[in-house]
């Protein structure tokens, strides 16, 4: 089998200190090379950032850098940005596709950070990007379950030796990325641009799919509050008998019927 999976890949992961791209700073990153065959990974490159604002504690859970460890163990963030940018920058001369799991956030965050630095931003002529998470979603939209790096690895088989580790992170996304193409052929048969192009229409009719949840989300909580609401205004809610009680488990076990139906909370 032959296809763009064959070739080389550069595996990018960053790891910070929020959830919001446009906002989070970088703690650690890294850009790793895989070859062929999807598993090996001859060129690593790994960055730790010192801080310049403290790592919140929800952050440093997750990917085990506290500000003080960062601030010991880290480096210059301009220099190490300005580094990351130029081994992604080198993998696209070099016409190898550039592939991160949920690649919007780290792509993002890589373009804010640069900003925020002086270093300029990411151009998108010659990026190809191949994003393991927009295509598992693509091809297999309705599985239930966390999307996860972690769940997707364990769906497809890949080994991932420690979630959250922005090396292990990078490398597992690659793997995931190779196996992916390897056994959906309507994906390892399509050329770099044209897995550019799917992935475009997919993650746009995804962040609509996304858009609609949220929106029934909302309808669904705008209905619990006006049954609240409704419950709160019916007469037999306000007082039972002339002793003013709250109305509980007591008043139904008297009362023989329960509450209407109609209003009864969900479980």
Same mark, same amino acid.
């Given at each position: 089998?032959? &296809?763009?999976?064959? &070739?080389?890949?550069?595996?990018?992961?960053?790891?910070?200190?929020?959830?919001?791209?446009?906002?989070?700073?970088?703690?650690?990153?890294?850009?790793?090379? /895989?070859?062929?065959?999807?598993?090996?990974?001859?060129?690593?490159?790994?960055?730790?950032?010192?801080?310049?604002?403290?790592?919140?504690?929800?952050?440093?859970?997750?990917?085990?850098?506290?500000?003080?460890?960062?601030?010991? $163990?880290?480096?210059? !963030?301009? $220099?190490?940005?300005?580094?990351?940018?130029?081994?992604?920058?080198?993998?696209?001369?070099?016409?190898? !596709?550039?592939?991160?799991?949920?690649?919007?956030?780290?792509?993002?965050?890589?373009?804010?950070?640069?900003?925020?630095?002086?270093?300029?931003? /990411?151009?998108?002529?010659?990026?190809?990007?191949?994003? !393991?998470?927009?295509?598992?979603?693509?091809?297999?939209?309705?599985?239930?379950?966390? @999307?996860?790096?972690?769940?997707?690895?364990?769906?497809?088989?890949?080994?991932?030796?420690?979630?959250?580790?922005?090396?292990?992170?990078? /490398?597992?996304?690659?793997?995931?990325?190779?196996? /992916?193409?390897?056994?959906? !052929?309507?994906?390892?048969?399509?050329?770099?641009?044209?897995?550019?192009?799917?992935?475009? @229409?997919?993650?746009? $009719?995804?962040?609509?799919?996304?858009?609609?949840?949220?929106?029934?989300?909302?309808?669904?909580?705008?209905?619990?509050?006006?049954?609240?609401?409704?419950?709160?205004?019916?007469?037999?809610?306000?007082?039972? &008998?002339?002793?003013?009680?709250?109305?509980?488990?007591?008043?139904?076990?008297?009362?023989?019927?329960?509450?209407?139906?109609?209003?009864?909370?969900?479980?």
């Amino acid at each position: 089998m032959t &296809g763009w999976f064959m &070739g080389r890949m550069a595996a990018l992961d960053l790891e910070t200190d929020g959830p919001r791209p446009e906002e989070a700073h970088i703690v650690t990153a890294c850009v790793a090379i /895989i070859d062929g065959s999807g598993q090996n990974a001859p060129d690593v490159t790994s960055w730790v950032l010192k801080t310049r604002r403290p790592i919140p504690a929800e952050a440093a859970e997750i990917h085990g850098y506290t500000t003080e460890r960062a601030d010991t $163990e880290g480096r210059d !963030p301009a $220099e190490c940005v300005k580094e990351i940018a130029t081994a992604l920058g080198k993998a696209t001369a070099d016409g190898i !596709p550039l592939v991160a799991f949920n690649a919007v956030f780290d792509l993002t965050c890589m373009d804010r950070e640069m900003r925020r630095l002086g270093l300029g931003s /990411i151009t998108p002529d010659g990026l190809q990007v191949v994003d !393991p998470f927009c295509i598992d979603k693509a091809l297999d939209k309705f599985r239930s379950g966390k @999307r996860t790096l972690t769940a997707t690895c364990e769906h497809y088989g890949v080994s991932l030796d420690g979630a959250h580790d922005a090396t292990f992170d990078a /490398i597992a996304a690659a793997r995931l990325a190779w196996k /992916i193409a390897r056994t959906n !052929p309507q994906i390892a048969r399509l050329s770099l641009d044209e897995l550019h192009k799917m992935q475009v @229409r997919a993650k746009h $009719e995804q962040d609509i799919d996304l858009a609609a949840y949220f929106r029934r989300l909302a309808r669904q909580k705008r209905n619990v509050e006006d049954q609240v609401a409704l419950n709160a205004a019916r007469p037999d809610h306000r007082r039972v &008998g002339g002793g003013g009680a709250a109305p509980g488990k007591k008043f139904l076990k008297k009362s023989g019927g329960g509450v209407d139906p109609r209003f009864r909370r969900s479980t």
